[in-house]
């Protein structure tokens, strides 16, 4: 009722507005006819003006949705994040990406105003000064639970008159609510992802944590650990005991090194060379350097990040199924570079190859390989790669391919 009101009000300004401008001109060509013709014309151009009012200000408070309307125009802004954050992000937004130049926070509500620079000119910004009122909205099933808020937005020029007569939007609030609706959208999928990324983190955490004893299956109880207790009662009982602390010695730090690190899922490079190598001392002393080890590593990839055990699992594969079930000599070496912002990891060996090893070790199963290989899926995704192949002319390669980022100290 109250919108009926205001729309019969002003088509009575507008009859009466215009009768006194032609009256007006009636007196000033001074011979009565304009008079005369001004009542004549009375019934039917302010009938005329009338409706003309009458659709402008119908197409204020009833908007239109053609594709570029000069009119108030309203929208829906849905809001995943808590309800007492989505204004805030709404003021934030208006200030920055829209120079907003004056903005008022209401309880559950928002008042923007947008005026032209001040050196365009008062006549300007009076006609072209436009406002946005915002209005958070809880949102509820059924049964009355919330299940999310919305923001209910309308913008339109501040001068409501100017533009019910003369039409000055020029579609300016309809560009500019689109706009908003665009960047709206795109800050809210951009805090979808990053909310999917925490949920992400949170599910590698517990998926390492899970796997965290697999990797200490791998690293701490292998056999080479029964081995080589076996290999170092037979050298005290032969009377080597040089040789036995010596092994002792080796077997305590690399046992100390690995236990320390299974409690953060990355460390350095370095680390990782570090318990790689001792892994290596204890065979050679056990098979008397029956293998020969090279290790080259970049320096500048030593503080690079890697997932616990990208050395020492391939290392230990490479012993395991490679080396040690074949008689004679053999070879492992471990090179490190940086390259085009990834870490390359690469171990070799030139033992029995992939169909050679006992019971396809290389390749199926739960073991080591399949664990690091699911960790490396966790930590970087698609960036990662680890790959297992053949060596021409025997041994298998394990090449390692991730991002090249800088270790936690």
């Not at 099933?141 to 020029?157: A, C, I």
């Not at 309809?174 to 951009?190: G, I, S, V």
């Not at 960036?383 to 021409?392: C, D, F, G, P």
Request: glycine share 10%.
């Amino acid at each position: 009722m109250a919108k009926v009101l205001r729309i019969g009000w002003l088509a009575l300004r507008l009859q009466v507005a215009w009768t006194l401008l032609l009256s007006l001109l009636g007196f000033l060509v001074g011979d009565g006819a304009g008079f005369c013709l001004a009542f004549t014309l009375f019934p039917l151009v302010g009938l005329g003006v009338a409706l003309w009012g009458l659709r402008a200000t119908a197409g204020w408070y009833w908007p239109s949705d053609a594709s570029s309307p000069e009119a108030c125009q309203r929208a829906i802004l849905s809001w995943d994040g808590p309800a007492v954050a989505a204004l805030p992000a709404l003021r934030a937004m208006l200030g920055g990406d829209f120079g907003a130049s004056a903005i008022e926070e209401r309880e559950e509500a928002l008042l923007a105003q947008f005026a032209p620079p001040a050196w365009s000119g008062a006549w300007r910004r009076f006609v072209e000064t436009d406002e946005l009122q915002a209005r958070l909205r809880s949102l509820s099933d059924p049964s009355g639970v919330p299940v999310g808020s919305q923001l209910e937005v309308q913008v339109q020029p501040q001068s409501r008159l100017l533009y019910a007569l003369f039409w000055f939007d020029r579609g300016r609030n309809f560009r500019r609510l689109q706009r908003l609706q665009a960047l709206w959208a795109d800050r809210q999928a951009q805090a979808r992802r990053r909310q999917e990324e925490a949920w992400r983190q949170d599910s590698l955490e517990g998926r390492l944590a899970q796997t965290e004893l697999l990797l200490l299956r791998a690293q701490v109880e292998p056999h080479f650990l029964f081995n080589t207790l076996a290999h170092l009662q037979a050298l005290l009982r032969e009377g080597h005991a040089a040789r036995g602390a010596d092994m002792v010695e080796h077997l305590i730090a690399y046992s100390r090194s690995v236990s320390e690190r299974l409690r953060q899922p990355t460390h350095s490079l370095a680390q990782e060379a570090e318990a790689a190598q001792g892994y290596l001392a204890l065979i050679q002393l056990r098979f008397r350097e029956r293998f020969q080890v090279v290790m080259d590593l970049a320096p500048e990839s030593l503080a690079c990040a890697v997932p616990v055990g990208s050395l020492l699992i391939p290392v230990e594969n490479a012993i395991k199924h490679g080396l040690e079930p074949r008689p004679g000599e053999g070879m492992v070496a471990v090179r490190s570079r940086v390259a085009d912002g990834a870490l390359h990891l690469e171990v070799e060996d030139d033992g029995l190859g992939l169909q050679g090893a006992p019971g396809g070790g290389w390749g199926g199963g739960r073991g080591g390989l399949s664990n690091l290989r699911e960790r490396l899926n966790l930590l970087h995704g698609e960036t990662a790669q680890l790959r297992v192949e053949s060596r021409e002319p025997s041994g298998v390669r394990v090449s390692l391919r991730l991002p090249a980022e800088p270790a936690s100290v």
